[in-house]
C-alpha cells in the first residue's frame, strides 16, 4: 500500500499565478517531508523540506504546508514560471539520514506563457 | 566536483544476464540509496545503505543485489531473476543527520 500518495498526476497552470501541488500520507511516523522537480532522464534535485514540528516553511517562491492532523502537506510556486514544468515529487522519511525516503508518483506541472 | 556519479548513462542487456549499474559519491555522505523509476509509478526503493558492510531491502527488492563494500561506492546488480529490468534507475547519497538526499543522473537500462 503506498505511503505517499500524490492523487493528481498532472496540472496545468499559466504563468505568474500560484501552483499548488498537493501529497497525502498514511504512516504517522514520518516526521521529515520533501519535494523534488525532476526533469526527464535526469535526477531529481531537491527543493524544499519541512520537518514535522513546523507548518510552514518557505524558500524564494516555493512554500510548503503541513497539516499533520490531516497527513496532508502542499508546495506552492508563486508566481509560477514556464521553467517550473517538470515533475514533482513528495517525500517523507522517519528521522533523517539513514532511513529510508519514500516517494510518491509525482505530479507532472505544465506551466504555459 | 563533489557528487554523486552514476554509470553508464545508458545500458543495454540481452535478457538472462547479469548487469552491475556504478554508483560512487565523493560528498563523504553514509547513506545511499537505490531507486527504480518506471513510467507512472514515480520512484520505488529497490536497496538502501546506512554505513559500509550493511543494506537493507526496500520495497522491489527482488531480483536485485548490492554491496557496500567502501563508503563511496554503492552497485547495484541487476539478475537474471528480475522479471521486468528494462528501468531508470537512480542512485542517492545522504549525509547522517540530515534530511536533503542528493540524487545522481540515472542510468537507463535497456533489456532487449
Known amino acids: 500500500d503506498q505511503q505517499v500518495k500524490q492523487n493528481s498526476p498532472s496540472l496545468s497552470v499559466q504563468e505568474g499565478r500560484i501552483s499548488i501541488l498537493n501529497c497525502d500520507y498514511t504512516?504517522?511516523?514520518?516526521?521529515?517531508f520533501l519535494w523534488y522537480k525532476k526533469y526527464p532522464a535526469e535526477g531529481p534535485t531537491f527543493l524544499i523540506s519541512i520537518s514535522s514540528i513546523k507548518d510552514k516553511n518557505e524558500d524564494g517562491r516555493f512554500t510548503v504546508f503541513l497539516n499533520k492532523s490531516a497527513k496532508h502537506l502542499s508546495l506552492h510556486i508563486v508566481p509560477s514560471q514556464p521553467g517550473d514544468s517538470a515533475v514533482y515529487f513528495c517525500?517523507?522519511?522517519?528521522?533523517?539520514?539513514?532511513?529510508?525516503?519514500?516517494f510518491g508518483k509525482g505530479t507532472t506541472l505544465s506551466v504555459s506563457s | 566536483d563533489g557528487g554523486i556519479t552514476q554509470s553508464p548513462k545508458y545500458l543495454f542487456r540481452k535478457e538472462g544476464q547479469n548487469v552491475t549499474l556504478s554508483c560512487e559519491q565523493n560528498?563523504?555522505?553514509?547513506?545511499m540509496y537505490w531507486y527504480r523509476q518506471d513510467p507512472g509509478q514515480g520512484l520505488r526503493l529497490i536497496y538502501y545503505s546506512q554505513i559500509v558492510n550493511d543494506f537493507q531491502k526496500g520495497d522491489i527488492a527482488e531480483g536485485y543485489s548490492v554491496s557496500r563494500e567502501k563508503k563511496e561506492s554503492f552497485p547495484l546488480t541487476v539478475t537474471s531473476a528480475q522479471k521486468n529490468p528494462t528501468a531508470f534507475y537512480l542512485c542517492?547519497?545522504?549525509?547522517?543527520?540530515?534530511?536533503?538526499?542528493?540524487f545522481g543522473q540515472g542510468t537507463r537500462l535497456t533489456v532487449v
Open positions: 560528498l563523504n555522505h553514509d547513506a
Open positions: 542517492a547519497s545522504r549525509l547522517g543527520g540530515t534530511i536533503e538526499a542528493f
Open positions: 517525500a517523507a522519511s522517519e528521522g533523517q539520514a539513514g532511513t529510508a525516503l519514500i
Open positions: 504512516n504517522s511516523m514520518f516526521d521529515y
